[in-house]
């Protein structure tokens, strides 16, 4: 399975981008998705979750901005991302976690975000 982000660019502060992520396999064969980020000399973060059954989860700093979802149909996750900050920059990857006892975890090329003032 392959995973493969897009969407990235750059955007004013206040803007608004969507990302995609494009699965080769059955997004519905995923029990989670998810989006991290790493900015700069930081660590990878999540910043969204979409799991399979229940309520997607996001950081504090993004909730009410992000909005995560899948479309099984079509196979590919989104993060509609309004309001962007500064702080929002960063390259951001897409993520799956197969199914099972010892699921498989994918990830997929990150696409960079910069905001800017």
């Known amino acids: 399975v392959q995973l493969q982000a897009s969407g990235g660019g750059l955007v004013q502060a206040g803007g608004s981008l969507r990302l995609s992520c494009a699965a080769s396999g059955r997004t519905i064969d995923f029990n989670i998705m998810a989006w991290y980020r790493q900015a700069p000399g930081k660590q990878r973060e999540v910043v969204a979750i979409?799991?399979?059954?229940?309520?997607?989860g996001y950081i504090d700093s993004v909730k009410g901005r992000f909005t995560i979802s899948r479309d099984n149909a079509k196979n590919t996750m989104y993060l509609q991302m309004n309001n962007l900050k500064l702080e929002d920059t960063a390259v951001y990857f897409c993520?799956?976690?197969?199914?099972?006892?010892?699921?498989?975890?994918?990830w997929g090329q990150g696409t960079e975000v910069t905001v800017s003032s």
């Open positions: 979409h799991p399979n059954a229940g309520s997607p």
């Open positions: 993520n799956a976690e197969g199914r099972g006892r010892n699921p498989d975890i994918y």
